[in-house]
């Protein structure tokens, strides 16, 4: 019982196989491949793995701290900023031997001419809580 | 009364199992029951808790599996009265502890499966327990009871599975509004009662010592307190009592296993009023034994350090240059035994580089604190 976070990088991924930006896909394309992660969540909250996922805006702000009595600060969005993360899904799997099965099929999602993506994932594992025994 | 319902759970469920209703109508029924019985009881209690549970159980499940029947328009009669069950010899509660633990369900499964159909527990609390959706925790355990659901149930199964499924709830930390830890010693009580095993009496034994420092492990901010700072007098005297009791019958036995063996360490400590006073070469040689039994290399990591503490830090060393540098906490292990051995500068490398590895955010913390202290930074 161990939690994963899988990230899915915008950029700072290295390359996909089949690396054909969305916006370059037919629309049959884009259906499938969003049919196909829409089944992947569910055939994960069927088997008891799935935790939560998100798909997030590309655009985002910096913000940070000023000193007492002043507003924070805000800076971007950077266009060129190295990494950038669209999404996430959390799973919660039984082995991290699950975890990477799992992660291989999401990044076999279709993508231009219906051909798997082979997109580069990235997989996090959560901190736990400690263990009550120790010694 | 919640406690009374979760304490007849599997015995209800185990009843109807027994007259042939399949494992995951007879639970969800039994749910169903139980929910019943909440708003019924406060105002006319049952002179019988359990027979009044059964029949309620038993008429939602004659009723659920009719209106599946008629609803696939079979023209099966249904029996709607109790075939005679087996002699009363059977141990229903028992029974539904090897089947929820059984060996064809993952860890994850059986954990879940256990806490909801002997422990009681609703869904929604072992959801919030392991931090995962309703729903998820729904499928996980309705899965599970599909998967145990041509499991004979007339046969005895493997007390070992139910132990480290008890082991793995009670070790696994809590969270939510469930204390796993006090569940995991409420239902290995429950199976020490029923089963003569010694290694089961060792794993209680085990929970109950190790629950009796809870209080002292960590700071109101959360921070682990380690055992050689740990304020024992605020260990609680009661449970280490009854834990050595209990860990004193099983050890007469001679039948020693690995809870036993990590059951007489853990009373060891509880016997050192303080640290100073731990007797290190005894714990060596229950880490000895523990090691022959498990062979497992946590074992001989901990085994090293107990070492370190009886021998001087140069044999702990040289014991843990016997261990796998890939077990978890190695790097952390020999960080102290370095300190141990005055080599500040490498202890407080090693513990940074043991804070980064750290599984949790507790140990993390802990970690990097000790680096910090021996770097000369407080």
Redesign the interface.
């Known amino acids: 019982?161990a939690?994963y976070l899988l990230l899915k990088h915008y950029r700072g991924a290295p390359e996909a196989v089949n690396d054909v930006p969305m916006e370059r896909w037919t629309p049959q394309e884009i259906q499938d491949h969003v049919r196909y992660m829409s089944d992947f969540a569910t055939r994960l909250?069927?088997?008891?793995?799935?935790?939560?996922g998100q798909a997030l805006s590309p655009e985002g702000t910096f913000v940070r701290y000023d000193g007492e009595g002043r507003p924070p600060v805000t800076d971007g969005p950077f266009a060129e900023t190295k990494d950038l993360i669209a999404g996430w899904m959390v799973i919660?799997?039984?082995t991290y031997e699950r975890a990477l099965e799992l992660a291989g099929e999401l990044s076999a999602a279709p993508g231009a001419g219906g051909k798997p993506i082979h997109e580069w994932l990235e997989l996090r594992p959560f901190?736990?809580?400690?263990?009550?025994?120790?010694? | 009364m919640e406690a009374l319902l979760r304490e007849l759970t599997p015995a209800v469920t185990g009843v109807l199992v027994r007259r042939g209703v399949d494992f995951a109508a007879a639970e969800d029924a039994v749910q169903e029951a139980l929910v019943a019985a909440a708003t019924t009881w406060p105002d006319r209690p049952p002179d019988d808790p359990k027979g009044w549970l059964v029949t309620v159980a038993w008429r939602r499940a004659v009723d659920a599996h009719r209106s599946e029947v008629s609803r696939r328009e079979r023209e099966e009669r249904v029996d709607a009265e109790p075939p005679p069950g087996p002699a009363a010899a059977v141990d229903d509660t028992l029974a539904m502890f090897f089947l929820c633990a059984h060996p064809s369900l993952s860890p994850s499964s059986a954990v879940a499966l256990t806490l909801r159909a002997v422990g009681g527990l609703t869904t929604r609390q072992i959801a919030s327990a392991y931090l995962v959706p309703e729903a998820t925790m729904a499928q996980r355990i309705s899965r599970a009871k599909r998967t145990v659901r041509d499991v004979r149930f007339d046969r005895p199964g493997d007390a070992a599975t139910v132990r480290r499924v008890l082991y793995l709830v009670f070790n696994e930390g809590y969270t939510g509004d469930v204390d796993l830890a006090a569940e995991a010693i409420r239902l290995t009580r429950e199976l020490a009662s029923r089963t003569d095993d010694p290694e089961t009496a060792g794993l209680l034994a085990l929970m109950l010592l190790h629950h009796a420092r809870r209080a002292a492990r960590t700071r109101p901010d959360g921070t682990l307190v380690p055992l050689p700072e740990q304020d024992r007098s605020r260990w609680d005297t009661a449970l280490i009592a009854e834990g050595v009791v209990v860990l004193q019958a099983a050890l007469a036995r001679d039948r020693l296993g690995e809870f036993q063996a990590q059951a007489a360490i853990a009373a060891l400590h509880a016997d050192a009023q303080r640290a100073e006073e731990t007797d290190w070469p005894q714990i060596v040689g229950w880490y000895d034994e523990l090691v022959r039994l498990t062979g497992s290399p946590v074992a001989a990591l901990n085994r090293a350090v107990a070492v370190g503490e009886a021998d001087g830090a140069a044999a702990g060393l040289a014991a843990l240059s016997q261990v796998d540098p890939g077990v978890p906490r190695y790097t952390a292990a020999s960080a102290h035994l370095h300190e141990k051995a005055g080599d500040r500068a490498t202890a407080a490398r090693l513990y940074a580089d043991a804070a980064r590895l750290a599984p949790n955010l507790a140990e993390r913390h802990h970690l990097a604190r000790r680096a910090a202290r021996i770097g000369g930074r407080g």
């Open positions: 019982m939690k909250e069927g088997t008891g793995e799935y935790v939560d919660d799997v039984d901190l736990g809580t400690p263990p009550t025994v120790t010694e």
